[in-house]
DNA sequence: CCAAATGATTACAG
DNA sequence: CTGTAATCATTTGG
């Protein structure tokens, strides 16, 4: 007894508490009731762990070679066996554990589980496929997948330590059990229902492991996966074909999901990254749309050179006022932007160029006319056209110039970008234009304008 | 090294 | 769910 209690202590730190160690006391020893003898056995089997060790071997060895032991196993076994039934009244048959299962399938599915090399090579796969990074991510991946084998390999280790550990431990209660089964009424059932208890420790044992291991690979993930801490910057080509939407679409810089797919696939990039990225642009356009004047001049001449390519001649005798077309006319009214101090001493350039109100009420302003211009070789910095005062344009320029431009209506507060209206927003769509639209777009406004 | 640029995320609203 | 606004975290260019 002595021997047994240490050993579960020192093996496992896993106290058994099924673990028949105290002799049940047969209440009724039908049988046995009027032998003194047996009473006598009985008290003395009570009272074994009372005695020394050596006491008690010797009373072990004395009592195991009485004649009436036999019967009295026999009966003690089967008054055992009935109790031990009772006693196990439902079925302990391990239900599932849902939390035990979503552990081993998250551990199959980020590879640390499954086979070798492919589940891991997969999901490595996977997961950048959903980071939405093209290219260059080779040393990323290799550095993820050298993590993940590194937690692989320690959560398989560990895996098999404790496997290896129980797998002792269980032998060990079994011997004892089985040697046991020689004084104490243990039977068949009893060692197999000891040995379910030392599993299910076991297995309780295991499950920390995989949590443990499932937060190291979550981890791993964030550290790696999340594109927020590695981002890249698009590639020059795919900033282009996106900015080119969007001043080609300024008026209404809203791709449609197939127009967002189709970006996407231009730019190799995904659709979220598509969406992500207008809704920067529009942002910080709008926000600070003097800054972006520039670019937005580059892509209107850009996408005015395909465009003219196409309708040239139309273009060039219209007085055209185009609402869809990049470059310039903005429409909005002064309390959209907020003047700041650096922009205010340019209040009275800005009142040139806007009058009063800086609204205005025809629908188109001019984009494609600044387009031409640039085309023609004159080109206009800065581009605020004021729709019906032809003569802005040169008033503008001149004061421009001597301001130097970009710095002259830079975040102009006053200007009203062309589709955004009062309240911040851009206008309601004008031209949904499909991708392919910065010539369609130039085209269609062509038309739509030229009469 | 610093500030600007930039892609992504978050909270929130409709 | 989409878009806005604010913000974070990283990259880039001077």
Not at 296 to 314: E, S
Request: proline content about 5%.
């Amino acid at each position: 007894m002595e021997e047994q209690s240490h050993l579960m202590h020192t093996l496992g730190g896993v106290t058994l508490t099924g673990l028949p160690v105290a002799l049940p006391v047969p209440h009724d020893g039908a049988d046995a009731r009027n032998k003194q003898d047996i009473g006598d056995i009985l008290h003395q089997i009570m009272t074994i762990t009372d005695q020394s060790l050596d006491e008690a071997q010797a009373k072990k060895h004395g009592l195991n070679c009485h004649r009436m032991k036999p019967a009295l196993f026999s009966v003690l076994c089967e008054i055992k066996e009935k109790t031990g039934l009772s006693i196990r009244g439902s079925p302990d048959e391990d239900p599932p554990d849902p939390q035990l299962m979503r552990l081993d399938n998250m551990l199959l599915a980020e590879g640390v589980s499954g086979p070798e090399k492919g589940g891991g090579a997969s999901a490595v796969a996977a997961a950048t496929a959903a980071a939405g990074v093209g290219a260059d991510n080779s040393i990323e991946h290799s550095d993820y997948r050298a993590k993940l084998t590194q937690i692989r390999q320690i959560y398989h280790t560990e895996l098999e330590k404790y496997e290896q550990a129980c797998n002792e431990f269980t032998t060990h209660v079994m011997n004892l059990l089985r040697e046991q089964s020689r004084t104490r009424p243990i039977s068949p059932k009893e060692i197999e229902r000891m040995v379910n208890i030392i599993h299910r420790k076991f297995s309780s044992i295991q499950m920390q492991l995989k949590q443990s291991t499932c937060e190291a690979v979550m981890i791993l993930r964030s550290r790696f996966l999340d594109a927020r801490r590695k981002r890249r910057n698009f590639s020059k080509q795919a900033t282009e074909i996106l900015n080119e939407y969007f001043y080609s679409h300024l008026s209404n810089p809203y791709p449609s999901e197939e127009a967002k797919e189709e970006l996407a696939k231009k730019c190799a990039i995904t659709v979220s990254q598509v969406s992500n990225w207008f809704g920067n642009k529009r942002i910080r356009y709008k926000k600070n749309i003097g800054k972006f004047q520039e670019e937005a001049n580059l892509y209107a001449a850009k996408t005015a050179v395909t465009a003219t390519q196409a309708v040239a001649a139309a273009v060039h005798n219209s007085q055209t006022n185009s609402p869809a077309t990049p470059s310039s006319g903005f429409q909005m009214k002064d309390e959209d932007f907020q003047l700041d101090g650096t922009e205010d001493k340019n209040n009275l350039l800005n009142n040139i160029f806007t009058g009063s109100s800086g609204s205005y009420s025809l629908p188109g302003s001019g984009d494609m006319f600044m387009s031409m211009t640039s085309l023609n070789g004159s080109y206009q910095p800065a581009q605020v056209p004021v729709p019906g005062q032809t003569q802005g344009d040169s008033i503008r320029h001149a004061i421009g110039q001597s301001l130097g431009y970009s710095d002259g209506l830079r975040g102009n507060p006053l200007y009203s970008p062309h589709g955004l209206n009062g309240n911040g927003g851009w206008h309601d769509a004008v031209t949904p234009s499909s991708v392919t639209s910065p010539i369609e777009g130039a085209n269609s406004v062509h038309s739509d304008t030229s009469n």
